[in-house]
C-alpha cells in the first residue's frame, strides 16, 4: 500500500516513520520548506518514547509528479483540511481513500466534500507528539487509535489500516462509529488544550493549579450542555473524569500550547471556537468557551508579533491613530 503522510509534523512525522520502519511505502508531505529538506538531507530523526532512530523515507512540499497513492493520511492542522483534502484528491488513485486522525469537527465533513463519503475513514488518536526541530519528530505519549468506516461497515480495507498500524507497534482498533470518537476526542481537547495555551502550563501543572480546576469545570459544563442537547453520544461514559484522569497524569503540550509558543495560528477555530458555533445554533449560552477563544485569538497575535513580525514603532502608531481618530471627528480626551 502506498501512503502519502498529508501533514508531517509532529504526530504525522511519528505516525509516517513507524510506519515507513515496518517497510510500509510512505512518503511525508509538508508545506514546511525547513521540516522537508532536513528529512531529505538527513533523514526523519524520531526520538521520544521509543528510543532515537532515523528513518529514511521521501519528502516532498508538493503533491506535484508524486506517483499515485493508495491511501492518504491527513495530519494537517484543521486550517489546512480544505487545501489537504484537495491534495489527496490529486495524489490518490481513483480508488484511493483518505483517513483523518486529526483534531477538532468539521475534518471528516471538508474531506468529504471533495472525496466523497466512500472514500473517507474517520478516527482519533489518542498519541502525543511534538515537532522539537525540522526533520525531527518526538514521540511523547502512547495512546489508541480507534478508526472506522463512516457507515459502520466492517472492510477489508479499515481491517487492513488496523493490522497496518498495529504492526508498526501503534496500537490501534476498529470502531463501529468513528463520529463518536471524534466527538468524544474533541469534549477532550475543549477542555483541556486552550487552558493550557492561555496558561502555558503543562496539562499535568494545569491540573494542580485550584482555580484552573474550577474554570475547566465551567468550561467543560457548557461543553457537555451542547453535546447533550446534540443528541450526540460519547463513547466514554464519563468524560469529566477522563479529562481530569488525563490532566492529572499527562504532562504533554498539547498541539494548541505549541503552536502559541511557536508563533502559529492555533487550531481554536475548529475545537472551543466549533463548540462556540455549536452552541449559538442552539442558542446555548457558553460565556467560559467564548472567553477561552478569545484569549486564545489574543495570545496568537501576540506570540506572532513578538516572534515573526518586525519591532513596533509605537509613537509613530500612536500619532497614526489619533490622526486617524480626529479625521473621523473624535476629540482626543
Not at 466534500?113 to 507528539?129: C, D, I, P, Y
Not at 511523547?140 to 478508526?147: A, E, F, K, L, R
Not at 467560559?288 to 501576540?302: R, T
Request: proline share 5%; hydrophobic share 40%; charged share 25%.
Amino acid at each position: 500500500m502506498k501512503i502519502c503522510m498529508i501533514g508531517a509534523g509532529a504526530m504525522g512525522g511519528v505516525y509516517g516513520g513507524l510506519l515507513a520502519r515496518t517497510g510500509c511505502d510512505v512518503t511525508l508531505l509538508d508545506i514546511r520548506a525547513d521540516h522537508v529538506a532536513a528529512i531529505e538531507r538527513d533523514g526523519l530523526k524520531l526520538v521520544g518514547i521509543r528510543g532515537e532512530h532515523v528513518v529514511r523515507l521521501p519528502a516532498v512540499s508538493s503533491a506535484e509528479g508524486l506517483a499515485p497513492m493508495d491511501m492518504a493520511i491527513v495530519f494537517t492542522d484543521a486550517n489546512a483540511t480544505a487545501d489537504a483534502a484537495r491534495t489527496a484528491q490529486a495524489v490518490l488513485k481513483p480508488e484511493g481513500f483518505a483517513m483523518t486522525l486529526q483534531n477538532g469537527i468539521g475534518n471528516v465533513e471538508a474531506l468529504v466534500a471533495v472525496l466523497g463519503t466512500a472514500r473517507v475513514v474517520a478516527g482519533v488518536s489518542m498519541n502525543s507528539a511534538a515537532c522539537p526541530a525540522p526533520g525531527c519528530s518526538a514521540y511523547t505519549n502512547q495512546g489508541m487509535t480507534s478508526i472506522g468506516e463512516l457507515d459502520g461497515q466492517d472492510t477489508k480495507r479499515i481491517r487492513d489500516v488496523c493490522r497496518m498500524l498495529n504492526d508498526a507497534q501503534i496500537p490501534a482498533e476498529i470502531v463501529p462509529d468513528p463520529m463518536a470518537y471524534v466527538w468524544g476526542k474533541f469534549v477532550l481537547n475543549c477542555g483541556v488544550n486552550a487552558l493550557t495555551a492561555v496558561t502555558q502550563l503543562r496539562s499535568g501543572d494545569m491540573y494542580r493549579v485550584p482555580e484552573m480546576n474550577e474554570l475547566q469545570q465551567h468550561v467543560i459544563d457548557e461543553i457537555l450542555t451542547v453535546v447533550n442537547r446534540k443528541g450526540i453520544r460519547l463513547p466514554d461514559e464519563d468524560p469529566r473524569g477522563t479529562i481530569r484522569d488525563h490532566c492529572r497524569i499527562r504532562f504533554n503540550k498539547p498541539s494548541m500550547m505549541q503552536h502559541i509558543e511557536q508563533g502559529r495560528r492555533t487550531e481554536i477555530d475548529a475545537i472551543n471556537g466549533a463548540l462556540v458555533r455549536e452552541a449559538r445554533a442552539l442558542g446555548i449560552p457558553v460565556p467560559y468557551n467564548e472567553a477561552v477563544v478569545a484569549v486564545v485569538k489574543g495570545l496568537e497575535k501576540s506570540r506572532r508579533q513578538q516572534l515573526h513580525e518586525p519591532p513596533i514603532d509605537y509613537a509613530e502608531r500612536e500619532a497614526q491613530a489619533e490622526a486617524e481618530f480626529r479625521a473621523e471627528g473624535g476629540k482626543p480626551h
